[in-house]
């Protein structure tokens, strides 16, 4: 089983040291790396490509959430509530993760974005700092690209006698 799907599972792995790397540099500098978003987007092909079945429809719908995605967040990023990296980090992995589960990231990051949230809150309330607080909400999002990957990859993987 594995054989035929090894390309999908090095760039699933790709996409994953991508988010992992994302989050630490969010957390660090406070910042996305253009080069990194546009990483993520310019392997997208050659993932669809990975995918058995994987056509034009597809391909369209997978478009059409990413432009829903960079338009939602667009505004909000005018309105100064998400950052530049956030928003083509978002929409790349609109590209990647088919729309169900891309609900279950959006879900999964707004929950570990209010955990984040609060934790800073506490963090800049103990040290009375009197500074706006700036979320590295590229953390939340990659911890829910993390999990859907896993969600979708580890049962596959284990069924294919990979994992304990």
Not at 1 to 14: D, P
Not at 32 to 38: F, G, M, P, S, Y
Not at 81 to 91: F, R
Not at 104 to 125: K, P, R, V
């Amino acid at each position: 089983m594995l054989g035929g799907h090894l390309l999908e599972y090095a760039l699933a792995c790709a996409l994953a040291i991508a988010l992992a790397y994302a989050a630490w540099t969010d957390f660090r500098r406070r910042e996305i790396d253009n080069w990194l978003n546009a990483a993520i987007c310019l392997c997208v092909p050659l993932y669809w490509y990975s995918q058995p079945g994987f056509g034009l429809i597809d391909i369209a719908i997978q478009l059409s959430i990413a432009g829903v995605t960079f338009g939602v967040l667009l505004l909000l990023f005018s309105l100064g509530q998400m950052g530049g990296g956030d928003v083509k980090l978002l929409t790349a992995l609109a590209l990647w993760i088919w729309p169900i589960k891309y609900m279950q990231l959006l879900i999964i990051m707004a929950i570990a974005g209010f955990a984040l949230s609060l934790a800073l809150y506490g963090w800049h309330h103990l040290r009375r700092d009197g500074r706006r607080i700036k979320v590295p909400y590229g953390i939340a999002i990659s911890f829910g690209g993390l999990w859907v990957l896993a969600d979708y990859y580890l049962p596959r993987l284990q069924n294919a006698g990979l994992l304990g």
